[in-house]
């Protein structure tokens, strides 16, 4: 890889969110997991990101109240 | 389903071509997924609402609408994501009467990221302050967090983050161009981080590196 298609550590952080979402393309992925591997900076910056957002999934569920679960029943009784 | 599956399934209802009844296994298979996704469906409903009896609402509409569009759901395998973004587009639809809030963002959000607060690079080796933050958050740090987010921008976390939805995905959702995802989310990302930094700082679980930090409330 030549110096030119390194990418630096500001892109890195520039794009390390849409990275992490999977939203860019797939040349541009393969130039940051090459900046990931070997800058230990924004290696523990994505590493970061990742854990918070995996603990931010943990919001996605919570135990529905009974009256929820009667609602439910009911409501798929009916059908 | 894509959303523009969904969108095209919906026309074809419209349109009078309806397809066949729902049958008993019909029935039984979408009573055991709802009742395997309860917590998630009420979860993600409670971080978009707010309020526990408007997410009951809002599980509940998304469960009649999901049952009369079941016929036209061709992979069965795709039930989970298919009924989360019903969930998302009904919570959506529900919020048009108020769109302002939920289209309206401010621009003044300046890019706060709690690693570079946190991050001691000489630490690298024996400690490492931004992971054992993540592991002190309890829920309900994060809960009140994502809580005060406005509307507008809680709306896009909860899409992406929570229910892994793209950009795109959002967008066609929301009614909004795809850029227009992209930079509320990482407004709202920062916000989020902000308000999860005044939060540990309140708590004495990081000590401010500014005076603007420790002068926080």
Known sequence: MTEQERMHCDEVVASLLEYLDGEIDDARRALIDDHLAECRGCFSRAEFERALRDRMRSLASAPPPDSLRRRLKAIIDEF | MEHGAFQSSLQRSRSGCDPPAPTTEDRSFFALRIGELADRLYGVALRFTRNGAAAEDLVSE????????????????????????????????????????????????????????????????????????????????????????????????????????????????????????????????????????????????????????????
Request: hydrophobic share 40%.
């Open chain 2, 62 to 217: 998304a469960v009649v609408k999901a049952w009369a569009h079941l016929p036209q759901l061709e992979d069965r395998a795709c039930f989970e994501k298919w009924i989360f973004r019903i969930l998302a587009n009904t919570f959506f639809s529900q919020c048009r009467h108020e769109r302002e809030e939920l289209l309206d963002a401010d621009e003044d959000e300046d890019g706060f990221s709690l690693f570079d607060r946190l991050h001691q690079p000489f630490l690298l080796w024996w400690g490492n302050p931004e992971q054992e933050l993540i592991h002190k958050l309890l829920c309900e740090d994060l809960d009140r967090a994502l809580g005060e987010l406005p509307d507008c921008y809680r709306a896009v976390v909860v899409s992406v983050d929570l229910l892994g939805h793209s950009y795109t995905e959002v967008a066609a959702m929301l009614g909004v161009p795809v850029g227009t995802v992209r930079s509320r989310l990482n407004r709202a990302r920062s916000r989020l981080q902000r308000a999860l930094w005044q939060q540990a700082l309140a708590a004495g679980l990081v000590q401010g590196k500014s005076a603007e930090d420790n002068t926080h409330d």
